[in-house]
């Protein structure tokens, strides 16, 4: 695993343009690179998911397969005009931008109220709350620095390139839940059907695979499984 500029141990670079998800994609390829690593199965879930379709965009050969756990908001596919790419766009820049202002003033402590009330994290607080526990401490430990500029880039910068989602020919493997606007179905069924090698694993309820982590990781062994047989 590695951490995404901006988050975790990585660097925080102050130049906002630096945070696109072009250069997350060349980030994640470097980092093989570093390890002398000349292909790999790719994935990641939410900003993590976006970053390996970037790079299944600029660098298809270097990966094996993808593992795309809840996409993020994607525009309309066909979409190219930059002022209908912003309105598209215009609600979940406007949410990200009132966490990015929250972290600044009040830290992650302004913003886990907020991720609190989300349909994911009230279910699991029900079914699972040990579960919803741990996951707000781990929340609670983001860098402060860097998320508001990594926000700011990602939502601000140039979106990712739909238009390109079919030259992704490598297997695929989409997971998605239903009932959590951060990570939209329709994100999911995207992928889905643009990328010619992939296959669709979608629940309802929002928070079941953390509910049910078992479920995720024997439907991401079962394509990894298959991959190794082909």
């Known amino acids: 695993t590695y951490d ?26 470097g980092l093989l690179s570093h390890l002398n690593v000349e ?44 002022e209908q790419l912003s309105q598209e766009l215009a609600g979940v820049r406007q949410m990200f931008e009132m966490f990015a202002q929250l972290i600044e ?5 302004g913003v ?28 609670a430990e983001t860098n402060e620095e860097g998320a508001p ?4 880039g990602l939502i601000n910068n140039e979106p990712i390139d739909v238009n390109r989602f079919s030259e992704i020919d490598m297997p695929a493997l989409v997971v998605a839940h239903g009932g959590d606007p ?24 929002a928070g079941h695979f953390m509910e049910n982590p078992d479920e995720m990781l024997g439907v991401i062994n079962e394509f990894l499984d298959d991959l190794d047989k082909s």
């Not at 939209?184 to 990328?195: D, F, I, R, T, V």
Request: proline fraction near 9%; hydrophobic fraction near 40%.
């Open 39 to 82: 292909q790999a199965y790719v994935g990641g879930a939410s900003m993590g998911c976006a970053t390996s379709v970037a790079m299944a965009i600029d660098s298809p050969e270097r990966i094996k397969g993808l593992l795309l756990l809840m996409p993020p908001p994607f525009p309309e596919a066909g979409t190219t005009d930059p």
């Open 182 to 205: 951060i990570h939209p179905m329709k994100s999911a069924e995207m992928l889905n059907e643009m990328l010619p090698n992939a296959r669709l694993y979608a629940v309802e309820a």
């Open 4 to 29: 995404a500029r901006g988050h975790g141990e990585s660097e925080s670079p102050k130049d906002v343009a630096t945070y696109n998800w072009r250069q997350l994609g060349q980030d994640m390829s």
């Open 112 to 139: 886990l109220p907020l991720m609190q009330q989300q349909p994911m994290f009230v279910e699991m607080r029900k079914t699972n709350p040990e579960m919803s526990e741990r996951l707000m401490r781990v929340m």
């Open 149 to 152: 500029l990594a926000i700011r």
């Open 105 to 109: 003033k009040q830290g992650m402590k």
